[in-house]
């Protein structure tokens, strides 16, 4: 997060987290709110206007879920699904390709950009390598054999307080670039002091069908942009309703 939240502590903070990099070799970060982000792509841009950005889109409607479960497993929310996108607004916004996404190709060049969807990482994973490799300008490397295990997987708090301790407790360690010392952490198995909560209520199928709706634009442009139907994500949502409208005029 520095080029959006810890941009005063300098680039050499910054470059000393790539310390370790061993010459030659390329580096990146992931780094999901930049996206969102109109500081960090400006001071991006300052810095290094020929950068390669990679940036992962997914069903948006799931996205803005994901996003709700990741706050709600860090003590950070509390509301219901429903009531939390009408006082965290940010949970919406922040998904909206079609306004950030064109943001950062208004500052940097079209072929600067490679969109990967998170799906196919899921079902053509080294077609997914291969495109990254190709794109940053390395050689491709053979996707090992890996556990068909989720990651990042939130749940309810079991303890509300103790996850905003740790969560708040790691934030400030990672801002003293003390990563090793979070992961330390988590091998030890310290959100397991928090997590084992009921699991969080999934939405209803009105929550998800007015999202869609409000989504569609971002989809119509990632459509337009990839030169792809998205169809499968808007219909997951829509199509019901529009089969129960149908069922309904036959009736009657």
Not at 196 to 216: C, I, N, Q, S
């Amino acid at each position: 997060m520095f080029f959006d939240d810890r941009y005063s502590k300098g680039l050499d903070w910054y470059n000393r987290h790539f310390q370790h990099c061993d010459k030659g070799k390329i580096c990146g970060e992931i780094a999901p709110t930049y996206f969102h982000s109109s500081l960090a792509r400006e001071r991006l841009w300052r810095l290094s206007p020929d950068l390669k950005i990679i940036i992962m889109v997914r069903n948006p409607m799931e996205r803005t879920f994901s996003l709700y479960r990741h706050h709600h497993s860090k003590g950070r929310i509390r509301s219901s699904f429903a009531n939390a996108l009408r006082t965290h607004p940010e949970l919406v916004e922040t998904g909206k390709y079609s306004v950030h996404a064109r943001c950062w190709e208004e500052r940097f060049d079209e072929s600067q950009f490679l969109y990967l969807r998170q799906r196919e990482i899921q079902s053509q994973p080294q077609n997914v390598l291969d495109q990254v490799c190709d794109f940053v300008g390395v050689s491709r490397l053979k996707m090992p054999a890996i556990a068909s295990e989720k990651v990042n997987s939130a749940e309810a708090p079991r303890n509300i307080y103790a996850a905003r301790l740790l969560s708040a407790s790691a934030t400030v360690l990672r801002s003293m670039a003390l990563h090793k010392l979070v992961n330390f952490g988590r091998s030890l198995g310290l959100k397991k002091v928090y997590a084992g909560g009921k699991p969080v209520d999934r939405p209803t199928a009105e929550e998800m069908r007015k999202l869609a709706e409000l989504f569609e634009p971002d989809i119509l442009w990632l459509e337009e942009r990839l030169g792809c139907s998205l169809d499968s994500w808007r219909n997951k949502y829509l199509v019901k309703e529009q089969e129960s409208d149908s069922a309904q005029s036959a009736y009657l």
